[in-house]
Each structure stands twice: as structure tokens, then as C-alpha cells.
């Protein structure tokens, strides 16, 4: 089940274990059951402190809790958690075992506090990139607290169940049996959802906050180069962000960033804020910004900038870099927000493992629209990608790659009028042919969506020069019309949207707002 170097790894996992654990399986008959019963009793012969026992009765099999030493509560695996959701087994082991989670003192006291009962219920795919943090996330809620439970289910390992419920996105997390969200989450968000107190003190602390000498609006590449830059210079920094790491946590594949080879969104994420977190920047996390104002003049704060946010408090700061990046880009047309979630999705490799065997369809045929079908074509029955254009945009690679493929059909001149669905889920899709004029009906049951992105700047009409796109114009220095104010990343009008270019415009953003403040 594990190959030596995972073992090896494991192993040195498993020697931090302070307190021995045992793994309840309830198991039956099945192929997945054999696999789950040599998986725990590998991990139990990895060390001494960790014990199997299957005389578990859960109606879910097969599946398994990891509990302490005499004990029954515990985070339960519906799952064989490989691929992305190893961490989260190794992590669910290591807290349960004693060893202390890396997270801040005051998240854990206030999971500690919740006075109310919790059954989580996550479902996942094993090649999901965001599935893990919210798996990491309602685990530790369960280690710390027990009024609190979770369920971790492998949306491929109980298809028939994710049918009758009909998730058809991952991550999907129910709570007492209701759907509580659908998407990736880290737990200050869900504390926040079910800790009905916290977002009035976290709004308190925000507001409570000195001024700073630069503020960065979000935390995607430019956000990040831009903290890094300004905190080298010694000046008070701050980082305010809705989700670390932006746009680049869903994307998997990076083989164009320079001196590294190649890499996945959610690592170069992470390598991000630990490089923010070696300077004195104070981040602030989960936080959306709502309105700027130009510098404060006849007032205590004048010459600050203020910038409010979504949970009403307000930071000020003497300079700001807008760094809120892009979003996908909706086809707007009916049956999309009606079937989002519903079969209607955007991420080919958090969601793919949940049609297969299906058809579905791939609008866009740029590379992030190639490379969702190539991706697609690996699991599911078959792919239909429609393009606008009279032909791909996709780079020639990709397009022989797509092309190479048996399952996949290329529709060009193909213009997308609607998503059909029976009420429940997608049942297909109506475009028109651009060259005969004709209305076509495709029946699927599932539309992946991969027609570009659209910049975060909504938010700031009426604020700041915008260009006809939403993006904020800018100058060689990334000042935007507003004194004070710079820009930085796929928000801007800089004409090439790349993580690499966003960083150098970070960069750039940064050292505009330095120039600014030593000349005022």
C-alpha cells in the first residue's frame, strides 16, 4: 500500500506520537476494505504507540476513526486517504497522538470553547487540491473538542451517496445534516460560521490597530512580493486578504515559473506566506475589502488612507498597494448559477473524480480550457470541449496533446447559450453554431467553465481610474489616479496575467510606495 520512502517518512511522523492511539476500522467484504485493513495495519507496524482494532460498526464501510488509547471519539476516515489527503492522515494521527498543531494559541482556545454539538460531514476527492484544508480544518476541530465530529468521505469511494445528496463539487461539508458550504475553507472561516461572536471581536482587534506606513490588499503573488519589498525597508507593514495565495490555490500544474521546474498552486502558495512570515508583516487573513477612501484631510487621521472592510472595521495607513487579483470569468448565461455546484464547476482537478465515467464539457479553448479537458479525458467517459473561435488559443503542445486523445470531441465557432438541468443537476447544454447558424443541444452532466478571469476591482468604481475591462490603470511606478494609492498583479492593466509578472509588479508596487512616502 505505502512504497519505502513513504514508509520511511511515516515513520518519522509517527516518532513524534506522545500519547498512543489506536484506529477503530469497520470494515466488510469489499475490495476498498482489504485496501483500508493493509493500510492501518502498515501504519500500525511503523510504531508501538499505535494500535489496530476492528470491531468497529459504523454504517459507513469501510471507514475508520482515529482515536486515543480508550477511547471512541475521533476524526473518521470513510476514505483510503492517499494522494492530496495523506497530510491530512498524517495530521489527524500527530494531534491525535498529542503532538500540538501549528496553529495560532487563540484559534485553538476558541475551538476549545464551542458549547454546542458539531457532526462534520466533508466530502473530498483524493485529487483535490483545496479538499485537504478543509479536511485539516474541521480535524483539529474534532481533536480539540469533544461536542465536535467529523466525517472525511472519498466522494469516489461512496459514489452512490454523493448521488442521493447530489454534491457534484468537492469540498462539500454538511453540518447536522445540512449543507454548510461548498468550496475550499480554512478554520478561522468556518470558526467564524458556527462562532456567531467572533466576527464583532476580530472587527474590534482590526479596528484597535495602529496605522500603518503601507497596507497590501490581498495576498495572492503581487500581494505577497509587495508585503515582502516594503517590510525590507523597515516600514510598518500590513497584509489584508480574503484567502491567501489567490487565484494560484486552484491551480495545479506551474511549469513556467522560473528556476523551478515545475510545481502545484497550493505548495508555491505555501512557500509564499512562509517567506511573508519571515518580516515583520502583520497579516490579516479572511478579510474582504469593501471600500477606499483618498487620504483623510481635516481630521485625527488626516493623511491617511482608510480602507474599509466587510466586517465594518477599518484599517488606515499612510500608503496602499491594491493587490486583489482576478476571479474566474462567468459565461453569464442561464442555467449557470442555477447548476453551479450542481454540474456546472470550474476546477477539473478538485471535481473531475465525481464524472467518472460521465460526459462532460470544457468551455474555453485557451490553455487553461485544453488543459482541463486533457485532464478530464483521464476520468471521465467522455470530453466535449466547444471554443468560441474559429480555433484553439491553446499553446501547439497542449493542442496536439488534446487532440491525441480518443474520448475527447473539439467544437469550434461554438458560442454557449444555456445550461440545462432537470431542477436538480445538469442534463446538458444549448450552443449555437457560428458558421451554420444552428441551435445544438448536448446532452452532459457536467460543464467545466475555463473562459479567463475578471479582475477583483468592483469594489473600487467611482474610487480610482478603471480601464473599459475593471482593471486599475497604472503608471511605470504601479501609482494609480489616487495619491497614495499603487497597483499591482492581474487587477492592474498590465497586458500579460502571470504569477511571475505579478511578483515583479508586486515588487515594483512596493517600491513606488517607498519613493512616495520619503517625499511627503
Not at 112 to 141: G, I, R, W
Amino acid at each position: 500500500m505505502l512504497d519505502a520512502p513513504l514508509k520511511t517518512q511515516l515513520q518519522t511522523y509517527l516518532g513524534m506520537l506522545r500519547e498512543p492511539i489506536r484506529l477503530i476500522a469497520s470494515l466488510d467484504g469489499s475490495d476498498n476494505a482489504a485496501k483500508m485493513r493493509e493500510l492501518l495495519q502498515e501504519i500500525a507496524s511503523l510504531s508501538d504507540k499505535v494500535s489496530v482494532d476492528e470491531t468497529g460498526n459504523d454504517a459507513r464501510k469501510p471507514s475508520f476513526v482515529i482515536a486515543k488509547a480508550g477511547q471512541t471519539h475521533g476524526v473518521r476516515f470513510a476514505a483510503i486517504p492517499l494522494g492530496h489527503e495523506f497530510t491530512s492522515l498524517v495530521l489527524a494521527l500527530l494531534w491525535t497522538g498529542g503532538h500540538p498543531p501549528k496553529v495560532e494559541q487563540d484559534v485553538l482556545d476558541q475551538i476549545k470553547a464551542l458549547d454546542t454539538d458539531l457532526n462534520f460531514e466533508v466530502y473530498m476527492s483524493l485529487s483535490c487540491h483545496n479538499c485537504p484544508d478543509v479536511v485539516q480544518a474541521t480535524t483539529l476541530m474534532t481533536v480539540f473538542n469533544p461536542r465536535i465530529n467529523t466525517t472525511v468521505i472519498d466522494g469516489g469511494l461512496y459514489q452512490d451517496e454523493v448521488n442521493t445528496r447530489n454534491i457534484m463539487a468537492v469540498p462539500a461539508t454538511f453540518l447536522n445534516g445540512e449543507m454548510f458550504a461548498s468550496g475550499r475553507m480554512l478554520v478561522e472561516e468556518i470558526l467564524a460560521k458556527v462562532d456567531t461572536g467572533a466576527v464583532v471581536k476580530e472587527a474590534e482587534k482590526l479596528n484597535a490597530k495602529e496605522a500603518f506606513d503601507v497596507l497590501v490588499v490581498g495576498g495572492g503573488p503581487a500581494g505577497a512580493s509587495a508585503a515582502i519589498y516594503a517590510a525590507r525597508k523597515g516600514i510598518r507593514t500590513g497584509i489584508v486578504a480574503d484567502r491567501f495565495g489567490g487565484q494560484v490555490n486552484d491551480t495545479l500544474a506551474i511549469e513556467n515559473f522560473i528556476s523551478v521546474k515545475e510545481t502545484e498552486g497550493p505548495k508555491l502558495v505555501a512557500a509564499l506566506e512562509e517567506h511573508v512570515k519571515t518580516y515583520d508583516v502583520d497579516i490579516m487573513p479572511l478579510q474582504r475589502a469593501v471600500s477606499l477612501s483618498e487620504p483623510q484631510k481635516d481630521n485625527k487621521h488626516a493623511g491617511l488612507i482608510e480602507v474599509k472592510l466587510e466586517n465594518g472595521a477599518t484599517l488606515r495607513s499612510k500608503s496602499v498597494i491594491l493587490a486583489t487579483g482576478a476571479r474566474w470569468r462567468n459565461l453569464n448565461v442561464p442555467g449557470e448559477i442555477e447548476y453551479k455546484n450542481k454540474g456546472v464547476a470550474y476546477c477539473p482537478h478538485c471535481d473531475g473524480p465525481l464524472f467518472k465515467g460521465k460526459h462532460v464539457a470544457v468551455i474555453g479553448g485557451g490553455n487553461s480550457g485544453v488543459e482541463a479537458a486533457i485532464d478530464l479525458a483521464g476520468v471521465v467517459g467522455h470530453v466535449t470541449l466547444l471554443q468560441f473561435d474559429t480555433e484553439l488559443k491553446a499553446d501547439a503542445v497542449l493542442q496536439r496533446k488534446l487532440r491525441s486523445l480518443q474520448n475527447v470531441t473539439i467544437l469550434t465557432s461554438a458560442q454557449t447559450t444555456e445550461v440545462t438541468g432537470d431542477g436538480t443537476r445538469v442534463n446538458g447544454l444549448t450552443y449555437l453554431d457560428r458558421v451554420s447558424g444552428d441551435s445544438k443541444h448536448l446532452p452532459l452532466e457536467g460543464v467545466f467553465i475555463q473562459i479567463g478571469l475578471v479582475p477583483n476591482s468592483d469594489w473600487l468604481k467611482g474610487t480610482l481610474d478603471l480601464s473599459k475591462y475593471g482593471e486599475i490603470e497604472i503608471n511605470n511606478h504601479n501609482a494609480t489616479s489616487l495619491p497614495g494609492v499603487f497597483a499591482a498583479g492581474d487587477v492592474t492593466t498590465i497586458p500579460y496575467k502571470q504569477i511571475v509578472i505579478a511578483m515583479g509588479e508586486g515588487s515594483n508596487a512596493a517600491l513606488g510606495a517607498f519613493d512616495y512616502l520619503i517625499r511627503q
